[in-house]
């Protein structure tokens, strides 16, 4: 009757649970706030700044026609200058809104056609102190976030200023080579050099990391020295562009380096005026006759010369043997020739066999044979009706891309794009502005004959799917409709519309293993009313 039971839990996680969690709240909260006050903060000065360049603007026209130009020079000169601070203030401010941004992770990434020298210089004074190389010269307009690039590239000379040798020449570097951008900001050593060059470099881009002794004088120490998290922000904002920051401090300078992807951007008006024609040997791999009627005229479209296109794939043995010529046409190339090897999918070998080889696969294994200096040679596509994104998944995987037997667009402009960003611009042969002559006739000739052979394709497949419907098993007739699919998409790359639901119809039928007489009837009355629209006048 007189016990006591006494129960003792430990709380301490969870009273330090909670008031992590408060802590965390009060953060947000407190961020956010920070977040609201800042935006009202920069958004009044940069409409202040904006406003001062725009009254700078006005009295410079007013001085221009009143006085004139050589009586107001000076003048004029303390407006330019005034115009410079004032731009530098509303990139400082704009800058420190990004960095914000991309600290607390709301910042995307907005790629756009950017000329790298131009975007450089406006972000920084380019002179004689602060020289400007690029490799190759011109550059070409390539795709980033200029935004994000200025940033790095701006607070990487405000260092090499504040911690070079006063006065010290800053160099900048900018190397293209192929998708990959270099640029380096080179410095010579400053008062503190020495201490530094011990370090971990990978320590610079840590948060919170002073690389340089804090003066005992308060005044100095608050105006020389960062709180550290500059090449923190720096890194951020690296990896947000895909890329990376290293600095090395070497005996007679530090060197800055930011890596990054900078795919060239390639205008249609580039397009329109490259072609293969120099050094590609062309292979096309496909066991449909029609589909390499294609294939032919995409080579032809590319300049490629007759003499250097292959077109194998009608036989048993060439399908079987398909690693092996892929292998041997890489052997056969010139020391600076390059190989266009375009495969499809699906290699049906002859009824009354019911097997199909993967082209995808094929390429692989002939790509696994290779030494990568010969692989690095050859651009492999692989071809196929079947454009599911697993698909097209494996496609790429397998090989070095995909063309859609029912393309959105031209596939001679599909591969140039492909081909330069897997060779540069320099793979390719400018022929300059294109030119009406002979031969844009035969091109339009060809395509005529594409027309025909499409019409002639269509009519055959649904003939014979017709007649074997019947008594030929699944496996085979899935072949011949696969190869009618194949056959409405180049129809549709050829202009004609109504495939696209055939197209979808044939492709429900992959699961089902039947075909049923009225989805029959339906792909049979659609395939023959496109027929006659490929060749007019019939």
Known sequence: AGSCVIIVRDVTEKERLAQLE???????????????ANRFSRHEVKNGVLAALSQLDSISSEMRRKVGLEAGATFHRSLASMRSGLTHTLETVLSQALARDVLHGNYLPRTAPCKIEQALGLAWQINERFPLTTHPSPLPVVDIDQRLLCLVHRNALSNACKYGRHGGVVATEVVLAGDQLTIRVVNEPGEQHESVRGLDPASVFAKGTRLHRVSSDEAIATARVSKGDGGWVMAKCAECMLGECSIAFREAETVFELRCPAPQRLEESFLDEADLSAGVTALAIDDCEFQLVCLEAVFASLGIPEESTTLIGTTDEEVKGAADTIVAAVEALPPDG?????????????????????????????LNRMPPSEEARTLVLVRSAN?????????????????????????RRTVLRTWVTRFGCEAVTRKGAPARSAADSAQLDDEDEMRAAA????????????????????CELWKWLHRLKGA??????????????????????????????????LIERGSLAIAPSLVPGT
Do not use: M
């Open 455 to 474: 019409a002639a394709e269509l009519r055959r497949l649904v003939a014979l799917i017709g007649a074997e419907r019947a008594s030929a098993p699944w």
């Open 338 to 366: 390059r190989l266009l090897l375009i495969v499809d999918e699906n290699l049906d070998l002859a009824f009354p066999s019911s097997e199909t080889v993967s082209g995808s696969y094929a390429a692989r294994t002939a």
């Open 387 to 411: 454009d599911s994104e697993s698909d097209v998944a494996l496609y790429n995987e397998r090989t070095h891309g995909f063309l859609s037997k029912a393309p959105s667009e031209p596939d």
């Open 488 to 521: 409405l998409g180049s129809s549709r790359a050829l202009g004609c519309s109504g495939a696209d639901e055939l197209i979808r119809t044939i492709e429900s039928l992959r699961s089902r293993g039947e075909l049923e007489e009225t989805v029959w009837s």
């Open 22 to 36: 408060r802590e965390a709240t009060a953060a947000a909260v407190e961020r956010q706030k920070d977040e609201e």
